[in-house]
């Protein structure tokens, strides 16, 4: 999997945890930032796999 597919499925899940935690804490535009930051960062940091 390339390194930009990791990255922008990371960020997929990040601003959906982040907008869930953001509706309920009623600060959506904070939780959609911090969640896509650390989306990003979760993504790149997946190793990858050799054959």
């Known amino acids: 999997m ?5 990255i922008a499925i990371g960020i997929a899940v990040g601003s959906a945890i ?3 935690v953001g509706v309920l804490t ?3 535009a904070l939780w959609i ?3 896509i ?3 990003a960062g979760v993504g ?3 190793p990858n796999k050799k054959n």
């Open 37 to 39: 930051a650390i989306g």
């Open 44 to 46: 790149a940091s997946i």
């Open 26 to 28: 009623n600060n959506l």
């Open 18 to 20: 982040g907008t869930s």
């Open 33 to 35: 930032s911090l969640g």
């Open 2 to 6: 390339r390194n930009e597919k990791k």
